[in-house]
Every structure is written in structure tokens, then in C-alpha cells.
């Protein structure tokens, strides 16, 4: 699954704000994984540690997704 790398932050959606602009920014790049991405790959790490923490990164995010439908889910039941 590639992707999408090439994202822009326009003054319009930030009402002409230089620091929500960098804040927004910084919140894409880390959704995206970029700067993430680029520390990992300044080093080489062996292909089971690398199989082994993207296991553990794949169960945190699942766990992650389960919270947050348990709690979608409780504030559904508690609004009827």
C-alpha cells in the first residue's frame, strides 16, 4: 500500500496563519509517517527486528481501533 507524499497546507485553510500553517503541516507529515519513515531507513536494522516491530506497531493500531470503536459504541448506546 503506497502512500500519498506530496500534500500542501494553503494560507486560505489556515485563515492566513504562519503558525496554525506549521502546525497543520507538522500534523500531516506525522500522519503520514514521513519523518518517521526516513529515521528508520538512516540506519540499518536487521530484517527480523524490522519484522518484529512493525508486528508491534501493527497490534498497537489495531488496539488503538478497538478502543475507539468500544467508545464510539458506548456513546451510541448511551444516547438511546
Known sequence: M???G?????????RN???RMIRRFIKKTKKERIIEIVRERSRYK???VAKKEKRLRAART?????QKRLRRKQRR????
Open 77 to 80: 448506546d448511551r444516547k438511546n
Open 6 to 14: 506530496n500534500f500542501t497546507v494553503k494560507a486560505r485553510e489556515c
Open 17 to 19: 496563519n504562519p503558525e
Open 62 to 66: 489495531r488496539a488503538r481501533e478497538e
Open 46 to 48: 536487521k530484517p527480523s
Open 2 to 4: 503506497k502512500k500519498k
